[in-house]
């Protein structure tokens, strides 16, 4: 077995509140979580990456000078997976960073697909293993937007900042509350009290990134037909939910559906963030509920099985909120429990879905941890 000189760790993200709101630069609270994603990497010479997924049992090639093809060494286009560490390194390369080649392995245990962020992890570790190879540092928050603009552009998917933000941020025992509009975050201490369960409902994903994309060209197109009335506005969180209700005449319905859950998304987390700083998980967790149902009805990216674990856990012992975390379509929810309830609650879940679903959950109690490092 090939021996390799550092090992960078960057873990997954379960978002709390703050749904499909990123991407109009709105507030989020993400943590990251005790699943991670683990690159193994020694540097060479000659500017070429070899990467295993250890995995998937698949290897690539490719050279740091060929990378816009997005093609391996073989001449072939480059795996799926590929896109992710490549993307990093053109971004990087796009602004100017010297980077060099390396020879590298990775493997996660975060669920591929899940709503978990195992791409933003992949994204900030390679960032952060070419980083420590090289002879010059960036600060988190713009390592952050490179992989997120290696996501938008060289991936092809529009997605907003919180996940390779939550990844390279994270703290231990803390949410992160990040205001997108002003680039500042602070890490909010999670009440000992509650225990957050991550339930996967294992459905695969399906048309995930063109349905995204879709909802992202939604809020922008409301933001252009709102200004019409409203010319100081940049983005759909500029706009507080009396405004909308103001001006939501502009909006053909299918438009005003979707803006009108980013305007009270915003609106709930800034109701949240205060009843978690005091304190008041019962509020917070109502929040939750409140948000499932408009990502359910307004925003349309559950699907019935998810829609089934928040049910189930609704009716259980020590629950306080629950609802779909991430883009949607499938993955995982997110549960505020009260800590004595945790086990109980988690083997419930699983009992009473896996009864009444065709697929078998994987619950985890989880931890919010630490962001990307060298281990
Ligand atoms: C995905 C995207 C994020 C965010 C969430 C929804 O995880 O990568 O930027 O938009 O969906 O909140």
């Given at each position: 077995?090939?021996?390799?000189?550092y090992r960078v760790i960057a873990p997954?993200?379960?978002?709390?509140?703050?749904?499909?709101?990123?991407?109009?630069?709105?507030?989020?609270?993400?943590?990251?979580?005790?699943?991670s994603m683990k690159v193994d990497f020694?540097?060479?010479?000659?500017?070429?990456?070899?990467?295993?997924?250890?995995?998937?049992?698949?290897?690539?090639?490719?050279?740091?000078?060929?990378?816009?093809?997005?093609?391996?060494?073989?001449?072939?286009?480059?795996?799926?997976?590929?896109?992710?560490p490549?993307?990093v390194a053109?971004?990087l390369?796009?602004?100017?960073?010297?980077i060099?080649?390396m020879?590298a392995?990775f493997?996660?245990?975060?669920?591929?697909?899940?709503?978990?962020?195992?791409?933003a992890a992949l994204e900030v570790a390679f960032a952060y293993a070419f980083q420590t190879l090289a002879?010059w540092e960036l600060d988190l928050?713009t390592l952050s937007?490179y992989c997120?603009?290696?996501?938008?552009?060289?991936?092809?998917?529009?997605?907003?900042?919180?996940?390779q933000?939550?990844s390279a941020h994270?703290?231990?025992?803390?949410?992160?509350?990040?205001?997108?509009?002003?680039?500042?975050?602070?890490?909010?201490?999670?009440?000992?009290?509650?225990?957050?369960?991550?339930?996967?409902?294992?459905?695969?994903?399906?048309?995930?990134?063109?349905?995204?994309?879709?909802?992202?060209?939604?809020?922008?197109?409301?933001?252009?037909?709102?200004?019409?009335?409203?010319?100081?506005?940049?983005?759909?969180?500029?706009?507080?939910?009396?405004?909308?209700?103001?001006?939501?005449?502009?909006?053909?319905?299918?438009?005003?559906?979707?803006?009108?859950?980013?305007?009270?998304?915003?609106?709930?987390?800034?109701?949240?963030?205060?009843?978690?700083?005091?304190?008041?998980?019962?509020?917070?967790?109502?929040?939750?509920?409140?948000?499932?149902?408009?990502?359910?009805?307004?925003?349309?990216?559950?699907?019935?099985?998810?829609?089934?674990?928040?049910?189930?856990?609704?009716?259980?012992?020590?629950?306080?909120?629950?609802?779909?975390?991430?883009?949607?379509?499938?993955?995982?929810?997110?549960?505020?429990?009260?800590?004595?309830?945790?086990?109980?609650?988690?083997?419930?879940?699983?009992?009473?879905?896996?009864?009444?679903?065709?697929?078998?959950?994987?619950?985890?109690?989880?931890?919010?941890?630490?962001g990307v490092h060298l281990a």
């Amino acid at each position: 077995m090939q021996d390799y000189q550092y090992r960078v760790i960057a873990p997954g993200r379960v978002n709390l509140l703050g749904e499909h709101v990123d991407y109009c630069n709105g507030p989020v609270l993400p943590a990251a979580i005790d699943k991670s994603m683990k690159v193994d990497f020694s540097p060479r010479d000659d500017g070429l990456v070899t990467i295993k997924a250890r995995d998937l049992n698949e290897e690539v090639c490719f050279s740091l000078t060929e990378l816009s093809d997005k093609t391996a060494c073989t001449g072939e286009p480059l795996p799926s997976w590929a896109l992710y560490p490549a993307g990093v390194a053109a971004v990087l390369q796009q602004h100017g960073l010297l980077i060099s080649g390396m020879d590298a392995q990775f493997t996660s245990d975060i669920p591929i697909g899940a709503g978990l962020s195992s791409s933003a992890a992949l994204e900030v570790a390679f960032a952060y293993a070419f980083q420590t190879l090289a002879e010059w540092e960036l600060d988190l928050m713009t390592l952050s937007q490179y992989c997120q603009q290696a996501e938008n552009e060289y991936v092809g998917m529009n997605c907003g900042l919180m996940d390779q933000f939550a990844s390279a941020h994270g703290v231990e025992d803390h949410a992160l509350y990040f205001k997108i509009n002003e680039l500042k975050w602070e890490p909010v201490p999670l009440p000992e009290s509650v225990a957050i369960i991550i339930a996967d409902s294992k459905v695969p994903h399906s048309l995930t990134e063109s349905a995204y994309n879709e909802r992202r060209t939604a809020t922008e197109k409301a933001v252009r037909l709102l200004q019409a009335e409203l010319p100081n506005i940049t983005a759909l969180v500029d706009v507080t939910p009396v405004d909308f209700e103001a001006h939501k005449h502009l909006l053909p319905a299918s438009i005003a559906q979707r803006a009108q859950h980013v305007v009270y998304e915003c609106d709930r987390m800034n109701q949240a963030i205060v009843a978690l700083k005091e304190n008041n998980v019962k509020r917070f967790g109502e929040l939750m509920f409140a948000t499932h149902a408009s990502l359910r009805d307004l925003y349309e990216v559950s699907v019935p099985e998810i829609d089934l674990l928040v049910e189930i856990a609704r009716s259980l012992p020590g629950i306080y909120g629950a609802r779909i975390t991430g883009g949607g379509f499938g993955g995982c929810t997110v549960n505020l429990v009260a800590v004595e309830e945790a086990e109980a609650f988690a083997a419930e879940l699983k009992k009473q879905y896996d009864a009444k679903s065709p697929y078998e959950t994987d619950v985890y109690i989880s931890k919010a941890s630490q962001g990307v490092h060298l281990a």
